[in-house]
Structure formats: structure tokens, C-alpha cells
Antibody, heavy 122, light 107 residues
Framework: QPQLQESGPGLVKPSETLSLSCNVSGGSIDSGSYYWGWIRQPPGKALEWIGNIYYSGKTFYNPSLKSRVTISLDTSKNRFSLRVTSVSVADTAVYHC??????????????WGQGILVTVSS | DIQLTQSPSFLSASVGDKVTITCRARQGVGSFLAWYQQKPGKAPKLLIYGASTLQSGAPSRFSGSGSGTEFTLTISSLQTEDFATYYCQQQNSYPITFGPGTKVDIK
């Protein structure tokens, strides 16, 4: 079974860049037929999809964040990363990484990291 | 974006009750709909995908139905460990969207 673990700073200043990594164990991120995604959840609120990256490197982003978001793969370290530029207090949330199989198209996010709280504050 | 609504927003029920949660999509999403359970401080857990397929490891008391714009998640006999918040999610088209959640509490 794959395991996903987020890492990165828990505090970011407004206007700076949020950078997180998701380390994957128990499977290779470039083995094929998986999307690797980021989903966030502001305190007390619902889940918001940020974006996915396919094992091939193709990316899909939420238009609400697209201009500020980059998701990338690092196959040498078996991890994928998230960058969000120009953050504001509205970006304060628990950030989860997750895996989504793409064998039939119907599968959804089946393995998740525990999440990391990122607070945007000066 | 495809907006999802859930009803009810909050549900109070007893152990052993049959519980039904509804998710409605503003536009048709085919069967590209999933259901998750989330407990406080934990990551969401996938219960149902493809509208009605039970995720491996999810208890058989959970079932899903529907297609197009209206979907239901049913818990046949509520157990103590089922008190949580439930979210629906569509992936028929980007951006992937989640519903606002339904909190199931102890009566």
C-alpha cells in the first residue's frame, strides 16, 4: 500500500511563496496510470481541489488558483511538490496530497497524506 | 465549474439508523462521482467511486446510487464509528469539485 507524507513550513508570510512536498513510499510515482494531487481545506470549511499531475508530467490546475500554482514531479526522490505564489491569509489551510488511479476514469482519490497545516501570517 | 450541493447539511441519528445523504450537481456528471468520510483532524477516506462502486476496505453498509445530477449515499445501519462528515466529489470535468459536506452527529 502506498503511503503519502506532506512536508514543508507551517508558517508563511503574506505575499511569499508556499512550498510543500509529498513523499511517496510503497510505489513509484512514475509507474503509470496515476494522478498525484493536492487538495486543501481551510479551517472549518470544505475541501478544495488545487490540481493534479499525471505520471507523465501533464498538469491540471483549478482555475481559481491557476496563475499562482505549480505542481511538479521529482522522480529521483519519488515525490511531487506544490508551489503557491503570492499567498494571503485566504490560503491558510490544511494541505493534503493524494493519489488518484486512472485505469477506468471512475477511480477517485484513494490514498491521502495526513495533511499539513499551513498558516499565512506576518 | 460544476457546483455540488448536499442535503442535509447536518444530520442527527442514532446507532442502527438507516441514513441517506443526497448530492446534487448543477450539471450532469455521469457516474463520475465519489463519496468520502472525514473525521476531525484526519484525511478524507474514499468510500464510493463511480457513483456506486464500494472502495476496497470500505464497510458494506455503505452504498451509493444515482447518475447525472442526483446521487445518494446510504448507510444501512449506522455504527458508532460512522459519526463524521461526508463529502461528495465530481470528476466528470475539471476543475474537480467537492460538495460542502454533511455532518452526521449522535442523536
Amino acid at each position: 500500500q502506498p503511503q503519502l507524507q506532506e512536508s514543508g513550513p507551517g508558517l508563511v508570510k503574506p505575499s511569499e511563496t508556499l512550498s510543500l512536498s509529498c513523499n511517496v513510499s510503497g510505489g513509484s510515482i512514475d509507474s503509470g496510470s496515476y494522478y498525484w494531487g493536492w487538495i486543501r481545506q481551510p479551517p472549518g470549511k470544505a475541501l478544495e481541489w488545487i490540481g493534479n499531475i499525471y505520471y507523465s508530467g501533464k498538469t491540471f490546475y483549478n482555475p481559481s488558483l491557476k496563475s499562482r500554482v505549480t505542481i511538479s514531479l521529482d522522480t529521483s526522490k519519488n515525490r511531487f511538490s506544490l508551489r503557491v505564489t503570492s499567498v494571503s491569509v485566504a490560503d491558510t489551510a490544511v494541505y493534503h496530497c493524494a493519489r488518484r488511479p486512472s485505469f477506468s476514469g471512475y477511480e477517485s482519490f484513494d490514498y491521502w497524506g495526513q495533511g499539513i497545516l499551513v498558516t499565512v501570517s506576518s | 465549474d460544476i457546483q455540488l450541493t448536499q442535503s442535509p447539511s447536518f444530520l442527527s441519528a442514532s446507532v442502527g439508523d438507516k441514513v441517506t445523504i443526497t448530492c446534487r450537481a448543477r450539471q450532469g456528471v455521469g457516474s463520475f462521482l465519489a463519496w468520502y468520510q472525514q473525521k476531525p483532524g484526519k484525511a478524507p477516506k474514499l468510500l464510493i467511486y463511480g457513483a456506486s462502486t464500494l472502495q476496497s476496505g470500505a464497510p458494506s453498509r455503505f452504498s451509493g446510487s444515482g447518475s447525472g445530477t442526483e446521487f445518494t449515499l446510504t448507510i444501512s445501519s449506522l455504527q458508532t464509528e460512522d459519526f463524521a462528515t461526508y463529502y461528495c466529489q465530481q470528476q466528470n470535468s475539471y476543475p474537480i469539485t467537492f460538495g460542502p459536506g454533511t455532518k452526521v452527529d449522535i442523536k
